[in-house]
């Protein structure tokens, strides 16, 4: 619009330009006819003689015309409103159209004796009408190359602005494909404005949420089908048993021992199933529960555990050792019993015949620290993160010789857990394993160290 208008402006000031060239000729060509007219006496017979000279003096152009005209031509020729207005030493124009071409028609009355007379001049204007319409189309074509190369130059930047929004596009549709590790590489440096960047950050810590959740989720998956396999591996072998000895007992004639040894092994397994649904109870209610803490006495405490362990050390064929310093714990005692009494009991199990298992307690600064060592074989580390894991057992046939099924880690965990502890593993193959807790001190007290020893 401002080229527009800056257009029609240049062309209107050279249009008035030429209007007031033409106008000051004409207003001369009056002021020559009135210097000749003084001279002549008879204006009558030489007006076209003074018409020639004026033409010479004013220099005409080619294209232009002058004339001087009586009042008795102008209305034997019907010249119009414009002529018959002018009243004298008064000046008036317009534009006409002769031989197809604009002229302008400037035209000045002069009166001489009474008797008015006319200076015509017509000026040719299709040169400046001409340049008028060249300056348009000029304009026109410029508009029109600087509009597609800006076109062609904003194309070019927003599709390089926009690059960084189509690699958001292009991942998060890759994501959304099943590629929860694709990420947007961010430059430093470049014309990408820090909102893209910084947009581009979040995208990367949004991917790296997903694909965390989304492997959070295929582990517990994975977890769950683990501990349906194993849950239904456990009751598959006692069921088993149970199955063949009772359509034994039902179906044959027994002698006595072997009806009596047939009716223990059902027994057992029934046992064996009673104590892993009890097991599965427990973990069940630990999961959704809660927990009271009260101060404990930590010899009260270790006395209990010393009374709960007793028939351990002769199942087993090793030794406890019990060493505790006397302090006050924020804890539930019956759970705390049955994570230490799990913890011995795989400590137990893991141990060769003869050695020690030792559990012992101490204070360290605001905490104390339970732990329970044994010298069995040890633990792999690429297997610590499993073992408090439902059913998950380092040593399958041992544990299931023995008895277990591999819940007791796993209530020993989530018991834990209610306790704002966690279980501390540290275990070397070949060297044995120490199992420990940490529990919040209420007081300290300065008493003889507990110590006994069970055999």
Same mark, same amino acid.
């Given at each position: 619009?401002?080229?527009?208008?800056?257009?029609?402006?240049?062309?209107?000031?050279?249009?008035?330009?030429?209007?007031?060239?033409?106008?000051?000729?004409?207003? $001369?060509?009056?002021?020559?006819?009135?210097?000749?007219?003084?001279?002549?006496?008879?204006?009558?017979?030489?007006?076209?003689?003074?018409?020639?000279? *004026?033409?010479?003096?004013?220099?005409?152009?080619?294209?232009?015309?002058?004339?001087?005209?009586?009042?008795? +031509?102008?209305?034997?020729?019907?010249?119009?409103?414009?002529?018959?207005?002018?009243?004298?030493?008064?000046?008036?124009?317009?534009?006409?159209?002769?031989?197809?071409?604009?002229?302008?028609?400037?035209?000045?009355?002069?009166?001489?004796?009474?008797?008015? $007379?006319?200076?015509?001049?017509?000026?040719?204007?299709?040169?400046?009408?001409?340049?008028?319409?060249?300056?348009?189309?000029? $304009?026109?074509?410029?508009?029109?190359?600087?509009?597609?190369?800006?076109?062609? *130059?904003?194309?070019?930047?927003?599709?390089?602005?926009?690059?960084?929004?189509?690699?958001?596009?292009?991942?998060?549709?890759?994501?959304?494909?099943? +590629? $929860?590790?694709?990420?947007?590489?961010?430059?430093?440096?470049?014309?990408?404005?820090?909102?893209?960047?910084?947009?581009?950050?979040?995208?990367?810590?949004?991917?790296?949420?997903?694909?965390?959740?989304?492997?959070?989720?295929?582990?517990?998956?994975?977890?769950?089908?683990?501990?349906?396999?194993?849950?239904?591996?456990?009751?598959?072998?006692?069921?088993?048993?149970?199955?063949?000895?009772?359509?034994?007992?039902?179906?044959?004639?027994?002698?006595?021992?072997?009806?009596?040894?047939?009716?223990?092994?059902?027994? @057992?397994?029934?046992?064996?199933?009673?104590?892993?649904?009890? @097991?599965?109870?427990?973990?069940?209610?630990?999961?959704?529960?809660?927990?009271?803490?009260?101060? *404990?006495?930590?010899?009260?405490?270790?006395?209990?555990?010393?009374?709960?362990?007793?028939?351990?050390?002769?199942?087993?064929?090793?030794?406890?050792?019990?060493?505790?310093?006397?302090?006050?714990?924020?804890?539930?005692?019956?759970?705390?019993?049955?994570?230490?009494?799990?913890?011995?009991?795989?400590?137990?199990?893991?141990?060769?015949?003869?050695?020690?298992?030792?559990?012992?307690?101490?204070?360290?600064?605001?905490?104390?620290?339970?732990?329970?060592?044994?010298?069995?074989?040890?633990?792999?580390?690429?297997?610590?993160?499993?073992?408090?894991?439902?059913?998950?057992?380092?040593?399958?046939?041992?544990?299931?010789?023995?008895?277990?099924?591999?819940?007791?880690?796993?209530?020993?965990?989530? *018991?834990? +857990?209610?306790?704002?502890?966690?279980?501390?593993?540290?275990?070397?193959?070949?060297?044995?394993?120490?199992?420990?807790?940490?529990?919040?001190?209420?007081?300290?007290?300065?008493?003889?160290?507990?110590?006994?020893?069970?055999?």
């Amino acid at each position: 619009i401002g080229g527009f208008v800056l257009v029609e402006v240049t062309a209107s000031s050279v249009m008035d330009s030429r209007v007031e060239v033409t106008l000051t000729s004409n207003e $001369y060509a009056g002021k020559m006819f009135l210097a000749l007219a003084e001279k002549t006496s008879s204006l009558t017979l030489h007006t076209k003689e003074m018409q020639t000279q *004026i033409a010479k003096i004013t220099d005409v152009g080619q294209n232009d015309r002058l004339a001087i005209y009586t009042a008795e +031509e102008i209305a034997a020729q019907e010249r119009g409103a414009l002529w018959e207005q002018l009243a004298s030493a008064q000046q008036g124009y317009s534009f006409v159209e002769l031989d197809g071409r604009p002229h302008l028609q400037a035209v000045c009355r002069v009166d001489l004796s009474d008797e008015p $007379y006319y200076i015509e001049t017509q000026s040719d204007f299709s040169g400046v009408f001409a340049q008028r319409s060249r300056l348009t189309h000029i $304009y026109h074509y410029t508009v029109l190359a600087v509009a597609l190369l800006s076109g062609a *130059i904003l194309l070019i930047f927003s599709w390089y602005l926009a690059r960084p929004l189509n690699r958001l596009s292009q991942a998060a549709e890759r994501i959304a494909d099943g +590629e $929860y590790d694709k990420r947007i590489p961010i430059q430093k440096h470049g014309m990408g404005s820090e909102e893209i960047r910084v947009l581009s950050s979040g995208f990367n810590q949004m991917a790296e949420a997903v694909e965390s959740n989304i492997n959070s989720l295929k582990k517990e998956i994975e977890k769950r089908e683990t501990f349906v396999a194993d849950f239904t591996h456990e009751l598959k072998t006692p069921m088993t048993s149970i199955i063949g000895y009772a359509d034994m007992l039902r179906s044959y004639d027994l002698a006595e021992q072997e009806r009596r040894e047939a009716a223990d092994a059902v027994y @057992r397994e029934g046992k064996r199933l009673e104590r892993l649904a009890m @097991r599965l109870l427990d973990l069940i209610v630990l999961k959704n529960g809660t927990a009271v803490l009260s101060p *404990i006495h930590t010899e009260m405490l270790f006395e209990s555990l010393r009374s709960s362990l007793r028939f351990l050390p002769q199942k087993y064929g090793v030794s406890v050792n019990l060493q505790a310093e006397p302090a006050v714990i924020c804890a539930e005692m019956t759970l705390l019993l049955s994570l230490l009494y799990n913890l011995a009991d795989n400590a137990c199990k893991a141990s060769p015949k003869g050695e020690t298992v030792r559990i012992c307690g101490t204070a360290d600064g605001e905490w104390y620290r339970i732990s329970v060592a044994d010298r069995g074989c040890g633990i792999p580390e690429q297997n610590l993160e499993r073992i408090t894991e439902p059913f998950y057992m380092e040593d399958k046939s041992r544990s299931r010789g023995q008895g277990g099924a591999g819940l007791g880690l796993a209530l020993s965990k989530r *018991i834990a +857990e209610m306790h704002q502890t966690r279980l501390v593993f540290d275990s070397a193959v070949g060297c044995g394993t120490t199992v420990s807790i940490k529990l919040k001190l209420e007081l300290e007290e300065k008493k003889e160290v507990y110590d006994n020893e069970m055999d």
